[in-house]
């Protein structure tokens, strides 16, 4: 299983970007993907949630600026954040879970929201 993580860069506060993440290898069904992110010094923390049904959750700190997307047919999660501040900056790392709930990572995206 590959998860292959893209999108992060850098970008002005109250900027925007776009993360995208495609797993490959998975043959159960999948029944979550998610996006976690982690600071330098920090512990990683869990941002956003697709479920299986197409339910989402977000973390308090992003909730009406990010939202989580998939393709199921591409087996794609997406994160499209807004209003981007210097505290959203970290490595992004998405995650799937299959029906097994066997977890699986991506490489991580560094986003930089700077001036």
């Known amino acids: 299983v590959q998860l292959q993580a893209s999108g992060g860069g850098l970008v002005q506060p109250g900027g925007s970007l776009r993360l995208s993440c495609a797993a490959s290898?998975?043959?159960?069904?999948?029944?979550?993907m998610a996006w976690y992110r982690q600071a330098p010094g920090k512990q990683r923390d869990l941002v956003a949630t697709i479920w299986r049904d197409g339910s989402t959750n977000y973390a308090d700190s992003v909730n009406g600026r990010f939202t989580i997307s998939r393709d199921k047919a591409k087996n794609t999660v997406y994160l499209q954040m807004f209003s981007l501040k210097a505290d959203d900056t970290a490595v992004y790392y998405c995650?799937?879970?299959?029906?097994?709930?066997?977890?699986?990572w991506g490489q991580g995206t560094q986003v930089t929201v700077s001036s």
């Open positions: 290898g998975i043959i159960l069904p999948i029944n979550l």
């Open positions: 995650n799937v879970a299959d029906a097994r709930g066997r977890s699986f």
